[in-house]
């Protein structure tokens, strides 16, 4: 079935250094939504990307997806101690509009103040 | 507050004994999942429900696992015969498949087989 990794699995950063988490896939995606989850918390929806070269921004975070619509990456500006948590992307899958969701492995972000 | 909510949020059982977990959607939505999570891993897809009917349950997921929506409403999830390897945090999620793709997940059940 259709995967989705995502690198670096940590990522360490001093408050206000940007932070970016990839995700890759090895066959084209149909879509990617983007979740974070504070740690002892549960997945949050940020977004979902579904064009070929897709940019969405939401303040200080911008999503791309991949022009092959292969992979998709999430960039914070200048972080902040409140953008602690892991970062998972996630592949819908099914015909509908709603469907179970493939996550990747995340991205532990650390913001050091 | 009217978000997804699990019961219980913990869980402690000795191997071999039987669990049952309950969740309970954001009333509108129609679709529900169960997930479980491990440390370290994203989510890991185990079945999902629209309204009553279960339409999907993984390959993964053995004969001791079986989940519920009897009125399309809330579900359960039972794990019969626990074992060590079943510890992780049992996610469920809502959504609605006219109002909108994105799932909203409850805190979760945290299960701990000893």
């Known amino acids: 079935g259709q995967q989705v990794m995502q690198i670096p699995q940590y990522q360490h950063v001093q408050e206000g250094e940007d932070f970016t988490t990839y995700c890759n896939s090895s066959t084209t995606l149909s879509n990617i939504q983007w979740y974070k989850q504070r740690p002892g918390g549960h997945p949050v929806f940020l977004i979902q990307?579904?064009?070929?070269?897709e940019v969405k921004k939401q303040k200080r975070l911008t999503f791309q997806f991949g022009e092959a619509k292969k992979n998709s990456s999430l960039h914070i500006t200048a972080t902040q101690t409140t953008d602690v948590g892991t970062y998972f992307c996630?592949?819908?899958?099914?015909?509908?509009?709603?469907?179970?969701?493939?996550f990747g492995q995340g991205t532990t972000l650390q913001v050091k103040p | 507050d009217t978000g997804v909510s699990q019961d219980p949020r913990h869980k402690i059982t000795k191997r071999g004994q039987n669990v049952t977990f309950r969740c309970d959607p954001i009333?509108?939505?129609?679709?529900l999942y169960w997930y479980r999570q491990t440390l370290g891993q994203g989510p890991e897809f185990l079945t999902y429900f629209q309204n009553e009917a279960q339409l999907e349950k993984s390959r993964l997921l053995s004969d001791r696992f079986s989940a519920e929506r009897p009125k399309g409403s809330f579900s359960t999830l039972e794990i019969q015969r626990t074992e060590q390897g079943d510890s992780a945090m049992y996610l469920c999620a809502s959504s609605s498949v006219t109002l909108g793709y994105e799932q909203y997940f409850g805190p979760g059940t945290r299960l701990t087989v000893t």
């Open positions: 009333s509108e939505h129609n679709r």
């Open positions: 990307l579904v064009k070929s070269g």
């Open positions: 996630a592949l819908r899958v099914g015909s509908s509009n709603t469907g179970k969701l493939i």
